[in-house]
């Protein structure tokens, strides 16, 4: 009898660690997502992945559409690995998926067999003649990257311009800088690292504080 019971004590053990462990997993991860987005846009930019380097190293992939940052979906692993089409494997874009007849390059025909973004758009399609800058009919990995620096200069405008939105949106008395009580309404996500932005220690942030730091 003695037995039974220490069996049945140590199962029901074995569940409660299991549930535990399936509660404070998914919170370290939504913790850690929020410590890579420093300025709290809900998004991780070049910069912010710079300061984790395994990250920093795939972000090209990880960056499906092309924007400069990683949103929740690019982000998200293990999911959509059942069912996936060509091109994507748990979220994630990779070209060299595309490449289904492996020749090193992207014909139009296995681009359009690409999976489309969440805005239901092929971008490669989209954009097939101005990638394929020698006009062969294919689209190489040096193709690519070119065109990926050619829109540099866009995304970080986009990126500049929602920075400019969000900030101006938490402002409320509209004098430059975003006092304690501001944040705490419009951007919470940033309230218990307030300290920590507020680098020259004044009581708020500014715009600079605010900004990601570049790495070099």
Do not use: Y
Request: proline share 3%; charged share 35%.
């Amino acid at each position: 009898m003695m037995k039974n019971k220490t069996l049945v004590a140590a199962i029901v053990l074995s569940l409660c660690a299991g549930a535990a462990f399936a509660q404070t997993a998914p919170q370290a991860e939504r913790t850690t997502r929020m410590n890579l987005d420093t300025n709290g846009d809900g998004v991780i930019d070049r910069a912010e992945a710079a300061q984790h380097p395994r990250l920093a190293q795939h972000f090209d992939r990880l960056d499906k559409n092309g924007d400069g940052k990683l949103d929740a979906s690019e982000r998200r692993g293990g999911k959509g690995m059942r069912g996936h089409r060509h091109g994507r494997m748990g979220g994630h874009f990779d070209p060299a998926r595309l490449d289904t007849d492996g020749d090193g390059r992207l014909s139009r025909a296995e681009v359009e067999a690409a999976r489309t973004g969440r805005d239901g758009k092929n971008r490669l399609l989209e954009n097939f003649e101005s990638i394929d800058t020698n006009r062969d009919g294919h689209l190489t990995r040096a193709e690519l990257r070119a065109w990926h620096e050619r829109q540099r200069p866009q995304r970080e405008a986009q990126m500049r311009e929602r920075f400019e939105q969000r900030f101006a949106e938490a402002d409320l008395n509209g004098d430059g800088r975003l006092s304690r009580v501001e944040v705490d309404e419009k951007m919470p996500r940033l309230s218990k690292r307030f300290a920590w932005l507020d680098e020259n220690g004044d009581g708020f942030l500014s715009r600079e504080e605010l900004r990601p730091q570049r790495s070099r």
